[in-house]
């Protein structure tokens, strides 16, 4: 299993100008698409990507053939994009309303959007939902959607049933007992004899365990299927073998070390109704101490607030190079025909680490949504040995070499503008005449930028608002990248410069004191002291890293070490 840590961080504030798209009831059967740049606006950058691995990623650039977006003339994305009638959906918490409604800020990449007559009279008030009721609803949730601007409702009744759920589950040497007990009774072997109510199959693929025997028993004795490796293949190969043995629509892949929690499955059902979605995962958290040993010691404190594997209690629509960038193979409910649509099996077989990385890029490309929804809870039993642990995270960093290959533009280690590249950099020189230009400069960044709003009531305003967010991500990024993707190169700089020692310290306790702030309250049963958490983090990102580097030189590629701008990734 691989995560592409390089996607770590918060969200970027590239903010684009769009508009809303056709919301006319003229149109009523034609589904309506991802916002598109318009007007005077067209694709105004404002700002660098916030968080330390610095994604944008506009979903108006995954309008068009899906064939020539992922570069597979196979691929296919949704064959339709409508709405059920009484679908649900609810702002972002992060979504702001510009002008008493003239427009929303937010999404995934934030950005601006401006709203027709209609869709404002249409958009309910903070706080209630946005009900389809007919073809003009049907229309504007479908663009907060896509636009990340909106998310699904939890709660909604779900249009797929736990009996067309197979699960799949690769495993070498780890017995099962704990996760065959946490999935309860299945039909039968692939879906045979359904009953409502209960999982439609269980395929368990051993992946070559010395001692294959005690695995077969408890799995059949819970009803479930086995397929066996006679060698090891990896899981990416064995999670294809167990979905080409399913026979339901839904696959659901878990790993072998995770417990799903009380009514898991419901909240990830629910996110099928809209068919344009063809992934949806639930959030990672750690395994107690009852049952594992998640919550032991310092690493697993650590890892209870700040694991690669949670993304946190908000929902996320999947787009990369946002703010949920990827979501981690350990627990993942997939629409069957969207994973064959898009060629090469679920998961690339030649890849042992990230792989989940890029089949949501796959995903993606052909132009399928992702959902992440947190009130879906599956537990992991986290590695705490702290060697153990510095080797997974390394493990994990060499994983963005065959990604940036694999996906060019998709994983850079920060995304910057122009204009707060070039305040960055003028802060880091740390000179008086220099921190001067980097005020100039964004001075008449936010002035460029209210040229472009005149849709606005108060455009100085907003482009004041967003600079201020994007140059604040800026910073985040620079930060973390001097302290995470860079700092072998930090640490030569650190020899010979006194300036370059004292930018390196501030990033590190700066960006450290930051992390713990907004981390601190991710796991209730556990609290981190600041110090430990800064220890604990600084030693992450030296081993993700020094595996980020070692992936870079083993592949002979600089491409996860090169900064991208925010436009159109290629």
């Not at 051993?206 to 490796?229: F, N, Q, T, Y």
């Not at 204009?419 to 001075?443: D, H, P, Y």
């Not at 300036?499 to 450290?512: N, S, T, W």
């Not at 556990?526 to 030693?539: K, N």
């Amino acid at each position: 299993m691989g995560d592409a840590e390089s996607t770590r961080g918060r969200a970027g504030w590239n903010a684009r100008a769009v508009t809303a798209p056709d919301t006319r009831p003229d149109h009523p059967d034609r589904p309506a698409r991802p916002p598109q740049p318009g007007g005077p606006e067209r694709g105004a950058p404002v700002a660098a990507q916030g968080g330390p691995a610095g994604r944008s990623c506009d979903p108006a650039e995954r309008s068009g053939d899906p064939a020539e977006r992922s570069g597979d003339p196979t691929a296919r994305g949704p064959a339709d994009r409508r709405l059920p009638d009484g679908f649900r959906v609810l702002l972002d918490r992060r979504t702001r309303r510009i002008d008493d409604g003239a427009a929303l800020l937010g999404g995934a990449p934030p950005r601006l959007v401006h709203l027709s007559a209609t869709a404002r009279a249409l958009l309910p008030p903070p706080g209630r939902p946005l009900v389809v009721e007919g073809p003009v609803h049907r229309a504007l949730a479908r663009t907060l959607l896509d636009a990340g601007l909106a998310h699904p409702v939890p709660g909604a009744a779900a249009s797929a049933r736990p009996e067309q759920v197979t699960v799949v589950v690769p495993v070498k040497d780890r017995p099962l007992d704990r996760l065959l007990a946490a999935l309860g009774p299945v039909c039968g072997p692939d879906g045979d004899g359904a009953v409502p109510g209960r999982l439609g199959g269980l395929v368990v693929v051993d992946d070559g365990s010395e001692r294959p025997e005690p695995l077969r028993r408890s799995v059949e004795g819970a009803g479930g299927r086995i397929l066996r490796h006679e060698h090891p293949q990896g899981p990416a190969a064995a999670r294809n073998a167990g979905l080409a043995a399913a026979r339901t629509p839904y696959v659901v892949f878990l790993d072998s070390d995770v417990v799903p929690g009380p009514g898991w499955l419901e909240p990830l059902l629910a996110h099928l109704a809209d068919p344009a979605v063809g992934l949806v995962a639930p959030r990672i958290i750690a395994l107690d101490s009852e049952h594992g040993t998640g919550l032991r010691g310092t690493v697993g404190r650590y890892e209870a607030v700040r694991s690669s594997l949670d993304l946190g209690t908000d929902p996320a629509l999947v787009v990369p190079r946002s703010r949920v960038a990827y979501v981690p193979s350990a627990a993942v409910l997939v629409r069957v025909d969207a994973v064959s649509a898009v060629g090469g099996g679920a998961f690339d077989a030649g890849m042992h680490v990230a792989e989940d990385v890029d089949l949501v890029l796959r995903l993606h490309a052909a132009g399928w949504a992702m959902r992440f929804e947190p009130t879906a809870r599956v537990a992991h039993d986290h590695r705490t040995r702290p060697g153990e642990w510095l080797r997974r995270k390394a493990f994990y960093g060499t994983g963005a070499a065959p990604l940036a290959q694999r996906h060019p533009g998709a994983v850079p280690p920060v995304v910057l503008s122009p204009w707060t590249a070039a305040v960055c950099l003028l802060l880091l020189a740390q000179r008086r005449g220099a921190t001067a230009v980097a005020g100039v400069v964004s001075v008449v960044a936010t002035e460029r930028l209210s040229r472009k709003l005149t849709r606005l009531e108060h455009p100085r305003r907003s482009a004041a608002r967003l600079t201020t967010l994007g140059l604040a991500g800026a910073l985040w990024q620079t930060a973390s990248a001097l302290t995470r993707h860079f700092w072998p190169v930090a640490a030569v700089a650190c020899v010979v410069s006194s300036r370059a020692r004292r930018a390196v310290a501030i990033a590190a306790l700066a960006e450290g004191l930051a992390d713990w702030w907004s981390h601190r309250d991710r796991d209730p049963r556990v609290r981190v002291p600041v110090v430990v958490h800064l220890v604990a983090h600084r030693l992450d990102d030296l081993a993700y890293g020094a595996g980020l580097w070692w992936g870079a030189w083993r592949h002979r590629t600089s491409a996860p070490l090169r900064p991208a701008g925010p436009g159109r990734r290629r």
